[in-house]
């Protein structure tokens, strides 16, 4: 699976977003799928996680109530709509799929399989 994340940019405080990850090939229903994001001198953090149907979501705190993630498995393509940005919110946002019934939390990002290139978002105070 290849992945490629787009969407970022520069908001203010207060403003939205909406991310999109294209997936290629023809198994995208079958892998959950996560975003995480990655701020200078930080580590990467977990964002949100989808399930294969779409059915459950799940969120970071921080992002919880401002953060939607959705996916359209008929256009193999995951989105992260983001409201209410916060200048703590910029990061690099990068988008990631794995396969399901691992024992590992979704959280974990080594426990992803792919991953794509990042799209930058920088939220301006």
């Known amino acids: 699976v290849q992945l490629q994340a787009s969407g970022g940019g520069l908001v203010q405080a207060g403003g939205s977003l909406r991310l999109s990850c294209a997936a290629s090939?023809?198994?995208?229903?079958?892998?959950?799928m996560g975003w995480f994001r990655q701020a200078p001198g930080k580590e990467r953090q977990f964002v949100a996680h989808i399930t294969r149907s779409g059915g459950s979501a799940a969120y970071a705190d921080s992002v919880k109530g401002r953060f939607t993630i959705s996916r359209d498995n008929a256009n193999n393509t995951v989105y992260l709509q983001m409201n209410s940005l916060k200048p703590e919110d910029t990061a690099v946002y990068y988008c990631a799929a794995r396969t399901a019934f691992k024992v590992v939390s979704y959280s974990d990002a080594p426990s992803y399989n792919y991953w794509g290139q990042g799209t930058q978002v920088t939220v301006s105070s």
């Open positions: 090939g023809r198994t995208f229903s079958s892998y959950t």
